[in-house]
């Protein structure tokens, strides 16, 4: 028999995928008890029950099977009835993997023979239900001899006209209860009694170390500390408090926001049930898709501008309908351009979509949030033209989604361009470093212009997963510009939010971290600490680039937005968005962010995209630390069944953290005494102090040593084995785990590459040694001569306000509109010898639009940008077919000499916006 791993395991399997092993633990127990019926020996009952019992500590974390099921299996196996072993053992691994136990109450039975409790064809008589199940946590016991005193008298109050159906799980101390959180993710709800110890009975050091940076105390009524802890790490769930004493004196302090709400002692029962049910209610409301959802029945007449509503013209049709027997009637019953009957307007919500976007901002954690239909590259340019004006200076991401740059273009802003660390061995980028921002600051504050700054530009986290911290990142920026405004790019990160471990390292997360910073006494002592140092903040003092900086509590503002693609990793149609706000001065700058809002979003949005955006976001809440945990196991499992298999690594690597992040932005895992900390603790220990952190469900794959490019193997998936993925670099590809896959996913991969390595195997095996060699040089050309990336060079004097300022910022719109005219333009091929001759000699070589090859997805020119030879060897050398902006029969779209000088006479008869007076609300929001 194989081991049971208890939860104090080593694994990152331990952290993200107890909840999917039960099942695989469950049908080994089943398994072994079918064997030992089949084939029994004298001690098979006491294996078994040896088994068990191991598992039970972890398995008392959840309602099914329970406490009373798990102690009749014991006894049934001291009784030696392994048969009845087997019906249980059998139905439990069946209701485990199919989730039947939601569905059917029937399923607690688990020692009543059936042909399967999963099996959705059910016999008449046997109940199925349509209510959704939860489990409740209740810490602590009403009386110290009735441990489940509470959970028996919950469930009494239960009734099949209730909207949900849950059960309860009862643990003792603190440190079970975070276990419990941490392991079972089907708890809606927690209850906590004052009285329980801080202790569990289990050894649990690792644990105690992850508690101990948060102040518990380990005496005392501790109650709302537990409450406290869960709302930082699980802020979904509903907490409740029964305090037996003193309540009136805890009930309006500041650590009593924690609970949704405060009971005294067993008085009131029955209104903690009905709480329990209403808290859950809250999050499972939708009230635009419910609204849809009956608007759709209802006997409509439409008489505007949309011949598809309904779907008449459709379902009717001599020659279209077999489209609407594809799609189904529903979608075009729920269509319509009107904004009445029911509906809302997505440019003006007063009715269920302002509530479902007010839901979604308490999702996120934000203070509002909008819906945009119009893809993230919209939400992009409509934060940076509502917040941005001509002439302000935005610090940005070189490596950031075109949108960003464009969004430049259209507001006037100048582009102040940070470029990230480089990967050129896996010819990548990863995240802007935090000393570099800091030095833009410094170098922008001693040049006498840091109060034109008015904005950063992140991406959190990058295509290929480098989430930054952005605590950390916003609050050293902040100790140097105090109202600085960060719009964090999250396209591929919407549902972090909803990981316990991942959501601190979004922007909503850091900015509520940034505001209990602003309320806390122990920053503020901290703070003080560090302003004896003296650090100058001028760019002087050397201190400022390297000490981590920490911003003054009563002069930062909290002014973070956040973009998401909410499609992108929730269950949403393509194009669905979200602008999230956490905002101290959005009341000063909501006009012109509606009239941004305005300006990019369709006056006619696509009902199906809010309709998902508003059931992505119940989903999320209710599950989503559920889908999310799975997402990141299934991540784990395939990086190491890659890794270990030895036919496909001699082709394939799935790249960690020790490859992706450089190790002076990963130290956590270089600190002394860590060396034997299991995966999980070092993995915590990451995402709470590292610079950077992979996201895992990244897997980029290294497939140079196949003999083919990241471009080539993809089309090699597509064609040949059905896969699909998006992202490619000159020698990987990029399989993102998401919230859709299934281990059947994991397992068709790992298949594939096996295959694809035998057949490698093959062919070196039979080839001529000439192909061999050929092989191997392609490898070499692939994996080791990879071509330098080039960062920024510089915007051409004509396009700065002061050339001899060593600052990086210039007029990019002026520079993208003089390319309109096309006499100011020239073409230069690659290949071209003039080109070389320039680059060496001059005159210099100055894009004039965007080029932007994808991969990697980022304009490698810009316009007024000076090209150098670095960016030309890389252009030279890209193996992609794609190049937005780049004719290849024409070359590079360049100024012409003339061009540049009439702007450079132009701007020296112009007043340098350098000495111009900043907006006048700058200084001060």
């Not at 919209?378 to 940076?384: A, F, G, P």
């Not at 003339?898 to 350098?914: F, I």
Request: glycine residues 6%.
């Amino acid at each position: 028999m194989e081991p049971i791993v208890s939860v104090t395991g080593d694994t990152l399997s331990d952290l993200f995928g107890y909840g999917a092993r039960r099942e695989d633990y469950w049908r080994s127990i089943q398994r072994a008890a079918d064997t030992a019926l089949r084939h029994p020996k004298e001690d098979s009952a006491e294996r078994l029950l040896q088994w068990l019992r191991t598992l039970i500590p972890v398995e008392s974390y959840w309602g099914f099977p329970g406490t009373r099921v798990l102690q009749q299996l014991v006894e049934v196996l001291e009784e030696g009835d392994l048969e009845a072993f087997d019906v249980a053992a059998r139905n439990i691994s069946a209701a485990l993997h199919t989730k039947s136990y939601r569905r059917h109450p029937a399923a607690a039975d688990v020692f009543e023979p059936r042909h399967t409790v999963a099996d959705d064809d059910d016999d008449e008589e046997e109940e199925v239900s349509s209510r959704p199940y939860f489990e409740v946590l209740i810490v602590g016991g009403l009386d110290p001899d009735d441990h489940n005193g509470l959970a028996r008298a919950l469930q009494g109050l239960r009734d099949s006209s209730d909207d949900f159906r849950y059960e309860c799980v009862t643990v003792e101390s603190f440190q079970d209860a975070v276990v419990a959180l941490s392991l079972n993710q089907e708890f809606q709800a927690m209850v906590a009694l004052d009285g329980f110890p801080y202790h569990s009975t289990s050894e649990l050091p690792h644990l105690e170390q992850f508690l101990s940076g948060r102040g518990v105390p380990r005496t005392g009524d501790l109650g709302l500390p537990l409450l406290n802890v869960v709302q930082d790490f699980l802020p979904h769930l509903d907490r409740y408090l029964l305090a037996d004493r003193g309540w009136e004196l805890i009930a309006g302090t500041s650590e009593a926001a924690a609970a949704r709400r405060i009971f005294f002692g067993i008085e009131e029962l029955r209104e903690l049930h009905l709480s329990i049910l209403d808290g859950v209610r809250e999050r499972f409301q939708t009230p635009f898709f419910d609204n849809l959802k009956s608007y759709a029945q209802r006997p409509m007449g439409t008489y505007h501008a949309l011949p598809i509503a309904r779907g008449k013209s459709i379902m009717n049709s001599n020659w279209i309908r077999d489209m609407g027997e594809f799609y189904g009637r529903n979608i075009f019953l729920a269509e319509s351009s009107a904004t009445t009957g029911g509906l809302d307007s997505l440019l003006e919500p007063t009715g269920n979509i302002k509530k479902a976007q007010e839901l979604a901002a308490r999702a996120f954690g934000a203070d509002h949030a909008y819906y945009a239909t119009n893809g993230t590259s919209t939400s992009n340019k409509i934060v940076v033209q509502a917040l941005c004006r001509p002439g302000d200076i935005v610090l940005i991401d070189r490596d950031c989604h075109k949108s960003h740059h464009y969004a430049c273009v259209l507001a006037g802003a100048q582009p102040y361009y940070v470029d990230a660390f480089r990967l050129t061995e896996y010819s990548m980028y990863g995240g802007v470093p935090i000393d570099r921002i800091k030095a833009a600051l410094l170098e922008l504050k001693s040049e006498g212009l840091l109060d034109r700054v008015r904005m950063l530009i992140l991406t959190n986290a990058t295509f290929d997963g480098h989430m930054a911290h952005t605590l950390r990142t916003m609050s050293e920026c902040l100790a140097i510009k105090p109202d600085l405004v960060f719009l964090w790019d999250e396209a591929w990160s919407a549902a972090a939010s909803f990981s316990p471990y991942l959501r601190r390292r979004t922007a909503m997360g850091g900015a509520a971290a940034l505001r209990r910073m602003q309320s806390s006494e122990t920053y503020r002592s901290r703070y003080d600490t560090f302003a004896e140092q003296g650090i100058a903040l001028d760019g002087s003092d050397p201190r400022a680039f390297t000490a981590e900086l920490l911003p003054n509590p009563d002069e930062f503002h909290v002014r973070v937005y956040q973009t998401t693609s909410v499609h992108k990793s929730m269950s949403a149609l393509r194009q669905a968005s979200m602008i999230l706000v956490a905002d101290q001065y959005f009341g000063d700058v909501k006009e012109p962010f509606k009239e941004a809002f305005y300006t990019h979003t369709s006056t006619s949005p696509n009902q199906q995209i809010i309709a998902t955006l508003d059931v992505a976001r119940r989903q999320m809440e209710l599950e989503g630390f559920e889908l999310v945990s799975r997402a990141l196991q299934l991540a784990v499992e395939l990086r190491q069944l890659i890794n270990e298999n030895p036919t496909i690594s001699r082709y394939f690597r799935a790249l960690g953290a020790k490859e992706m992040i450089p190790p002076q932005y990963r130290k956590s895992g270089q600190e002394p005494g860590r060396e034997d900390q299991p995966a999980w603790a070092l993995t915590l220990a990451a995402i709470e102090s590292d610079e950077f952190f992979l996201d895992l469900t990244r897997v980029t794959v290294m497939c140079g040593r196949a003999g083919m490019n990241g471009a080539e193997f993809k089309a090699l998936l597509a064609s040949d084995y059905e896969i699909q993925i998006n992202k490619t670099s000159r020698n990987s590809v990029l399989f993102q785990i998401n919230i859709n896959n299934t281990r059947g996913d994991v397992a068709q991969v790992i298949k594939v590459l096996a295959d694809i390595s035998r057949k490698l195997d093959d062919h070196l095996r039979s080839c001529s040694e000439e192909e061999r060699a050929e092989f191997a040089a392609r490898v070499v050309e692939l994996v080791d001569d990879v071509p330098e990336l080039p960062n920024f060079s510089r915007f051409h004097d004509a396009f700065r306000d002061d050339p001899a300022s060593p600052t990086r910022h210039g007029h990019m719109r002026e520079a993208f509109y003089l390319a309109y005219d096309p006499d100011n333009c020239e073409h230069l091929r690659l290949d071209s010898p003039e080109l070389d001759e320039r680059l060496a000699n001059g005159p210099e070589v100055v894009g004039a639009n965007f080029v932007i090859p994808y991969p990697p997805g980022f304009p490698v020119i810009v316009p007024g940008q000076v090209v150098t030879s670095e960016i030309v060897d890389f252009m030279r050398r890209l193996d992609v077919s794609e190049i937005h902006g780049y004719d290849a029969q024409r070359g590079l779209k360049l100024f012409t000499t003339e061009a540049l000088a009439r702007v450079a006479a132009d701007r020296e008869h112009r007043p340098s916006a350098a000495t111009a007076a900043p907006n006048e609300d700058q200084t001060d929001t």
